[in-house]
């Protein structure tokens, strides 16, 4: 850690049951697009910043909370002065757990509904702020119980979320780019027909962009090429026709839209960590 950036609290692990994170920063930084397998909730205690979000962009200033979907693509980048300070947390299906008396499946559909953000009023914004206030203090201090303090609050949050409206910013307010919306546009698209071939001179000619530009500018704003943005979907549906279904592995590999075999394979594993074949033994559904 550097006097840039200073960590307050720091508890758990993204992709396990539960993460808490603070931090404050003061230089340049961008989170790498990227997508897990868990529930993500972001609150921006001071500053602004730029949050692409599978499909749209965002711009969040302080006292907005957004929720982010299990395995959406996400990425925040700078917007205006880089210094910011903002809580990041993450939790599974297993840590509310749906033997938990106190679970309901309302609880999770904010992270489902659009826009992903939402701009708190003064009152709404305090009342976060406590609840997040005394999950930092249970995460920092890790006293007996403090896991089951952690569920209970969450609970809270999330049963007090799923009472908002969501309240749009201000559009002249709004400082993003008519090519962050074409962008958005572009993503649409791709996810909406990610198994086709989508050459990038017909793409860019669709919406009117060159080639080269559109390039540059998907790169920028996703964090992605184009191509490794269309692999990506591909993995995912795979992913979950693995997991979901007894389809042959190489059937599954057609369908989403790869047309060699080992390259499936080579893409699979380096987006996953895993084999098609290891991810279907350790993710099968009954």
């Known amino acids: 850690m550097s006097a840039k950036e200073q960590i307050i ?75 910011h300070e903002r809580i990041v947390m993450n939790f599974s299906d297993d840590f509310l757990g749906r033997d938990h008396p106190l679970f309901r499946p309302e609880l999770l559909r904010m992270f489902v509904r659009e826009p992903h953000q939402f701009r708190l009023k003064p009152q709404e914004q305090w009342h976060v702020e406590r609840l997040l206030r005394r999950m930092a203090e249970e995460a920092g201090r890790q006293e007996e119980g403090f896991e089951l303090a952690l569920r209970l609050l969450l609970t809270e949050l999330l049963l007090f979320a799923g009472r908002l409206k969501a309240e749009p910013a201000d559009a ?62 591909r993995v995912r549906e795979a992913q979950s026709l693995l997991a979901g279904t007894d389809a042959k592995i190489a059937d599954i590999a ?15 594993k380096k987006l996953t960590g895993a084999s098609p074949t290891r991810y279907r033994k350790l993710n099968r559904r009954p």
């Open 9 to 83: 609290v720091e508890y758990g692990h993204e992709e396990r049951e539960f993460y808490f994170s603070q931090v404050q920063r003061t230089a340049p930084f961008e989170r790498n697009n990227h997508y897990h397998g868990t529930y993500e909730i972001y609150y921006l205690l001071a500053g602004r910043r730029y949050y692409f979000i599978k499909d749209a962009s965002y711009s969040v200033a302080a006292g907005d909370l957004v929720f982010i979907n299990k395995y959406d693509v996400h990425k925040t980048s700078v917007l205006g002065s880089p210094q």
């Open 172 to 233: 002249a307010e709004d400082p993003l780019s008519p090519v962050h919306r074409k962008i958005g546009q572009v993503v649409k698209h791709l996810n909406a027909h990610f198994s086709q071939k989508l050459p990038l001179p017909e793409l860019s000619a669709d919406f009117g962009l060159s080639p080269a530009y559109l390039s540059r500018m998907f790169k920028k704003i996703t964090g992605f090429t184009i191509v490794g943005y269309q692999h990506l979907m």
């Open 254 to 268: 057609v369908a989403v839209g790869f047309e060699q075999f080992a390259h499936f394979n080579r893409t699979f």
